[in-house]
């Protein structure tokens, strides 16, 4: 069996993604938070191993903000699978 091109194409879908007015009313809710995937100890340095993006995000940091938390030194104890303070 032959595949044509618009089968091919119409297989794959569109590229370019939109998100749909009842996607946007639960977008804030549904991001994915920064967490720690280790204990991390005061004073230690937080690796960019050591930070994993999880839902749902509660109080945790943005998960676009992930740069700015790598080679940060932790304030405090941090234990495994709890968000970045």
């Known amino acids: 069996m032959k595949i044509t091109k618009r089968e091919y194409s119409l297989v794959l879908g569109c590229q370019t993604k939109f ?3 009842k996607e946007m009313e639960f977008r ?10 280790r204990n991390v100890k005061k004073g230690e340095l937080i690796a960019r191993e050591d930070i994993i993006a999880l839902r749902p995000r509660g109080n945790a940091p943005k998960s676009e903000d992930f740069m700015l938390w790598v080679d940060k030194v932790a304030e ?5 699978y709890e968000s970045i303070k």
């Not at 804030?28 to 995937?37: A, D």
């Open 76 to 80: 405090q104890d941090i234990k495994q």
């Open 19 to 21: 998100i749909n007015e």
């Open 28 to 37: 804030r809710i549904f991001r994915k938070g920064l967490f720690v995937g």
